[in-house]
């Protein structure tokens, strides 16, 4: 059965930094690309980080150079590292596989950034 737990969130200031974590279990997850996705208030749910199964990375403009997305496929886990948090960087984040598995997402992971 699949499961996605999605970690580390919290309240954070601008210009601070968190690191998320997703635990996978019930997947083949080292043939899956995995992502991490964010909704905010309002907003449709977006990608904003992207790890192939072979390791290549993709980000979204709006967090480039400052999420960095890794993955191992040995404890079937993905991490979102968020350095240089702006106010629009709060949301709700999830990973899922990328595209998403149909059906299914994990509860997520709140991400407040306030001063």
């Known amino acids: 059965q699949l499961r996605l737990v999605e970690s580390g969130g919290g309240l954070a200031q601008p210009g601070g930094s968190l690191r998320l974590a997703c635990a996978a279990s019930?997947?083949?997850?080292?043939?899956?690309?995995m992502g991490w996705y964010r909704q905010a208030p309002g907003k449709q749910r977006e990608l904003v980080a992207r790890?192939?199964?072979?390791?290549?990375?993709n980000y979204a403009d709006s967090v480039k150079g400052r999420f960095t997305i890794t993955r191992d496929n040995a404890e079937n886990t993905v991490w979102l590292q968020m350095n240089s948090l702006k106010f629009e960087d709060t949301a709700v984040y999830y990973c899922?596989?990328?595209?998403?598995?149909?059906?299914?997402w994990g509860q997520g992971t709140q991400v407040t950034v306030s001063s």
């Open positions: 019930g997947m083949d997850f080292d043939i899956f690309a």
């Open positions: 790890m192939s199964s072979g390791g290549i990375t």
């Open positions: 899922n596989s990328v595209p998403p598995f149909r059906g299914y």
